[in-house]
């Protein structure tokens, strides 16, 4: 599907990616699909969008993927979740090194978004407003960045 999308449009500057679901709930209740579930959608859907779009995207164009917090601060029931997003920073940092053709790659980490939070009838209070967490976004875009986690809080 992915490799589809690349060759029905050509001459891309950039692609950002904010997309994956992953399992979520205590570690006792976790089960092999619910881990298989967030390694297929978010760890590896991601990694596969960069592998196709490293080879598509124009010379010095740049690739975005998204990770989270939970990556780096944990919390109960976020283990499958914790788990792909510390391999998705783990994968940028490497993948960075290998990129040809000018071409970055870098993985941006929001913390809870406001917007999500509320939605969620949660505590927004330690939540970023959705405006602010763009600005990552636009800096792994516009920046020169390659092979770096851009935590979103950074750039208020």
């Known amino acids: 599907m992915v490799k589809a999308l690349f060759e029905a449009t050509r001459d891309v ?15 006792e209740n976790l089960t092999d699909d619910d881990f298989a579930l967030s390694l297929r959608y978010k ?4 990694v596969n969008l ?5 080879d ?7 690739i975005t993927v998204t990770s989270g917090i939970l990556a780096t601060t944990p919390m109960q ?4 979740v914790s788990l792909v997003n510390a391999g998705l920073e783990g994968f940028v940092r490497a993948a960075g090194l290998e990129m040809k053709r000018g071409v970055r790659v870098n993985v941006v980490s929001p913390p809870w ?15 970023l407003a959705a405006a602010d967490v763009a600005k990552a976004y636009v800096v792994a875009v516009e920046g020169h960045n390659n092979g770096e986690v851009l935590e979103a809080s950074r750039f208020v």
């Open 13 to 27: 500057d950039a692609v950002v990616s904010c997309a994956g679901g992953a399992g979520w709930g205590p570690l």
């Open 43 to 46: 760890l590896m859907g991601q």
């Open 50 to 54: 960069v592998r196709v779009a490293k």
């Open 56 to 62: 598509q995207v124009k010379n010095g164009g740049s």
């Open 77 to 80: 029931g976020s283990a499958a």
């Open 113 to 127: 978004v406001k917007e999500t939070l509320r939605s969620m009838k949660m505590d927004e209070s330690h939540g």
